[in-house]
């Protein structure tokens, strides 16, 4: 199985909303990471956590809250945020995320539109 | 800095025509590459990866060679259907001591019409 559920699959908040991205895997994998999509381009990496620990973070702003509550689980916490970060997110988990080069398994994605 | 390069798309063949996407890198260490496909409103899955020289990765009929001397990973298919419709985005990556990080190219629009 090698499955990476995210929900919602869509989320439209306006720009005062708080509200939180969910992702989940059940490979066993330790490390997972979540990167933004713009239409018509490829995935730009935001975050990565390994062993429940954040070990990347791509400058992303502060609007943006990731958080790794277990090992299977991965949220992300949105707060503020700006028309220009209307995008699909996409989560993604591998085997350990350190020290060695692995495939990375995507979820479907969440489409969040901000008004 | 680490790149990755596609052919420019959109690219639009018929059903059962043979489909080649270039892609070449520039890495600085000895990156494993991928292929990664992304269905229309869908996330990316993994379609076949190669994790040194000369490695052939297969899946689904397509395949890619990864060649070390002309620092490529061009993806081939002998005959399109019109479900492999899609966006195909080659990738590497390099080991790191903390994070595995892909790379991607810019991603290639293929339409297969019947």
């Known amino acids: 199985d090698t499955e990476v559920t995210q929900t919602p699959k869509h989320l439209v908040m306006g720009m005062t909303n708080k509200k939180s991205l969910k992702c989940e895997q059940h490979?066993?994998?330790?490390?997972m990471y979540w990167y933004k999509q713009k239409a018509k381009k490829p995935p730009e990496l935001m975050f990565v956590?390994?062993?429940?620990?954040?070990?990347i973070n791509e400058s992303v702003p502060s609007r943006f809250s990731p958080e790794c509550p277990n090992s299977s689980l991965l949220n992300l916490h949105l707060h503020a945020l700006q028309p220009e970060d209307s995008a699909l997110y996409l989560c993604?988990?591998?085997?350990?995320?350190?020290?060695?080069?692995?495939?990375?398994?995507f979820g479907p994605g969440t489409r969040l539109l901000v008004l | 800095g680490d790149s990755v390069t596609q052919m420019e798309g959109p690219v639009t063949l018929s059903e059962e025509a043979f489909l080649t996407i270039n892609c070449t890198y520039t890495?600085?260490?000895?990156?494993?590459l991928f292929w990664y496909v992304q269905y229309p409103g869908e996330g990316l899955q993994l379609l076949l990866k190669?994790?040194?020289?000369?490695d052939k990765g297969s899946n689904k009929g397509f395949e890619a060679t990864y060649r070390k001397e002309t620092t490529s990973f061009h993806l081939e298919k002998g005959s399109v259907q019109v479900s492999d419709s899609a966006v195909y985005f080659c990738?590497?990556?390099?080991?790191?001591?903390?994070?595995?990080?892909?790379?991607f190219g810019e991603g290639t629009q293929l339409t297969v019409n019947p």
């Open positions: 993604a988990s591998s085997r350990t995320g350190t020290g060695t080069v692995e495939t990375q398994y």
């Open positions: 490979m066993g994998h330790r490390a």
């Open positions: 956590y390994s062993y429940e620990k954040l070990s």
């Open positions: 890495a600085t260490g000895y990156p494993s």
């Open positions: 190669a994790t040194k020289a000369d």
């Open positions: 990738a590497l990556s390099l080991r790191e001591t903390s994070g595995s990080r892909l790379t």
